[in-house]
Nanobody, 119 residues
Framework: QVQLVESGGGLVQAGGSLRLSCSASGRTSSIYDMGWFRQAPGKEREFVAGIGWSDGRTYYGDSVKGRFTISRDNAKNTAYLQMDSLKPEDTAVYYC????????????WGQGTQVTVSS
């Protein structure tokens, strides 16, 4: 089991920045990849960014490329999502998730943190 706790959400004006954190605990040795997803009211969950836990490779959803940056600190078992040039359409609940080595699926999810971007 891996437990995830997100933090860093809040209210920001358009054009501003926020940094989200996701701290993992439990069987962190099973982490293959950590990802960020988001879900706005009335919309489907959307992939935002992912990072390989061992090699640090990163990948992004098209809607955030060039504006968001994912990183990780393995010593702290924490991943970060730096969000710059925020837009009102980035408003959503943001979730971090872990892809485990055993299943190669996103099996573990955090509780989510609200990000609201005002125009």
């Amino acid at each position: 089991q891996v437990q995830l706790v997100e933090s860093g959400g809040g209210l920001v004006q358009a054009g501003g920045s926020l940094r989200l954190s996701c701290s993992a605990s439990g069987r962190t040795s099973s982490i293959y990849d950590m990802g960020w997803f988001r879900q706005a009211p009335g919309k489907e969950r959307e992939f935002v960014a992912g990072i390989g836990w061992s090699d640090g490779r990163t990948y992004y959803g098209d809607s955030v490329k060039g504006r968001f940056t994912i990183s990780r600190d393995n010593a702290k078992n924490t991943a970060y999502l730096q969000m710059d040039s925020l837009k009102p359409e980035d408003t959503a609940v943001y979730y971090c998730a872990v892809q485990s080595r055993m299943t190669m699926k996103y099996d573990y999810w955090g509780q989510g943190t609200q990000v609201t971007v005002s125009s």
